[in-house]
């Protein structure tokens, strides 16, 4: 903490000696930018934070549906994007290769505290913001209006949060663009504060903000009590279902499997014990629900999980299924499957669309916890503590299995709805930039 400190207080102090050499006027804020009429009928309109450059079913199914969301909103509008890796530290193997990957620059000049926020806006309209400051401000150029996608969440000291705050805060009160957040959890605590002062900065100064969860609802309500925050299920589903053409790979799974029913496993990203072959609890898990007649299927997600999960399913005879080329893919998996046991928030919503019931584990925020009181399904299970709750997640499997069709078309039918409701952002956002359209032209 106190090497946290001392750097942030140098860099502070570097900010200071630059300003100092400004003149009075040349120090002064920039002023308020004049309004001018948003064009209704074919707007421009920029997502800050596009996760679909990410090697994820989850992310690419999020900002698809948004998309979807958007066009039957404002069907003639112009996209732009800021993708998601411009905001994050570096260029991984998590990231679709090839020429989605242009990163602005490593030089540009961010905030680490909300108090740095003026001040640096000031160095990037000045052009002392850095290489990539330049590349950020000409994607504002010429918008309507800007919807920061909240993807990734808000939530520790996580670098692309701060980021993609700033620039929302950014293009309201210094460019005067309608803004609003969407799309997000958040999940703000008292550990490493640095991320409550952030939210309350932004989302005071935005002209709406609406997460994806009750968890995050209540979060935001807790540590921004005055701000009005709006509560829309997660963007992806809204995405029709369309499972009658799935890849070759699983077509290939189906085959395999023949007239076996099956469940999937996907664990997340949450830390989960694996690495001790047949003594670890994630292989007892599998080998005790397997015992109810049904094969397993390792599903991936991303990258990071492909090595685990090849080594669970060769030791525990279970099947490997490759990532697939879309989230369709997943979603022709799960309508079939039995039930998923994942800890992903994103499995569970694309399962719901097709009525798969599951069984979830806990993520690394409070996400999944919001996902399951949002679809009706029991609390998730901590997977750091497998060992404890082997036994009843057995059982809940045997319960899923009892009730069958039922289930299914329940979780479907609550699933619709959540859906229809999904797509209150994009009237949200067509609201916002019919307000901002009329205000400006009465200040012409």
């Known amino acids: 903490m106190q090497r946290f400190i001392s750097a ?8 200071r000696r630059t300003l100092g050499g400004q003149s009075a006027e040349e120090a002064l804020p920039p002023p308020a930018p004049t309004p001018r009429p948003r064009d209704l009928n074919c707007p421009t309109l920029l997502v800050i934070n596009d996760s679909g450059d990410q090697i994820n079913y989850g992310a690419e199914a999020l900002v698809e549906g948004l998309r979807h969301i958007l066009s039957r909103a404002l069907p ?16 991984s193997e998590t ?21 740095q926020f003026e001040c640096i806006a000031e160095e990037w309209l000045a052009g002392r913001g850095g290489r990539g400051a330049a590349a950020y401000l000409e994607k504002f150029g010429g918008v309507d209006i800007v919807v920061l996608n909240g993807e990734g969440s808000i939530y520790r000291t996580n670098i692309s949060a701060i980021r993609e705050l700033f620039l929302a805060w950014y293009a309201k009160t210094k460019l005067g663009l309608p803004t609003l957040f969407l799309n997000g959890t958040v999940q703000l605590t008292l550990i490493m504060p640095v991320l409550p002062a952030m939210v309350r900065k932004t989302f005071r100064a935005l002209d709406a903000v609406a997460v ?8 935001v309500q807790e540590f921004v009590p005055d701000l009005a925050v709006k509560l829309f299920p997660d963007s992806a589903l809204s995405l029709p279902v369309e499972i009658a053409n799935p890849s070759p790979g699983v077509e290939a799974l189906f085959k395999q499997l023949g ?18 072959g047949t003594r670890s609890s994630l292989f007892r898990m599998i080998t005790e629900v397997k015992k109810l007649g049904l094969q397993a299927v390792m599903v991936v997600s991303g990258p990071p999980e492909v090595s685990m999960l090849k080594k669970l399913a060769a030791a525990t005879n279970s099947i490997y299924l490759e990532q697939q080329p879309s989230y369709k893919d997943l979603m022709a998996v799960l309508a079939r499957a039995k039930f998923q046991i994942t800890g992903r928030n994103h499995n569970l919503l694309l399962g719901a669309r097709v009525g798969c019931p599951a069984i979830a584990i806990a ?10 009181e949002q679809l009706r399904f029991s609390p998730p299970y901590d997977g750091t503590d497998l060992w404890s709750n082997i036994e009843r997640i057995t059982a809940d499997a045997a319960t899923i299995l009892g009730r069958g069709v039922t289930l299914r078309d329940e979780i479907s039918s609550h699933a619709a709805r959540l859906s229809a409701e999904s797509f209150e952002m994009g009237i949200l956002v067509k609201d916002v930039l019919a307000k901002h359209s009329t205000l400006a032209t009465q200040s012409l």
């Open 95 to 115: 990231f679709h290769s090839g020429d989605s990957l242009k990163y602005p620059g490593e030089s540009t000049v961010w905030p680490e505290v909300a108090d």
């Open 76 to 91: 003639q509008h112009t996209l732009r994007v800021i993708p998601s890796h411009w905001l994050d530290e570096a260029v």
């Open 363 to 372: 993520s690394i925020s409070h996400k999944v916890h919001g996902v399951c």
């Open 212 to 219: 994806r969860g009750p968890y995050s609802l209540r979060n």
């Open 8 to 15: 942030m207080s140098g860099k502070v102090d570097a900010m």
């Open 259 to 276: 007239e076996s029913g099956f469940f999937t496993f996907d664990p997340g990203p949450m830390i989960i014990d694996h690495q001790f």
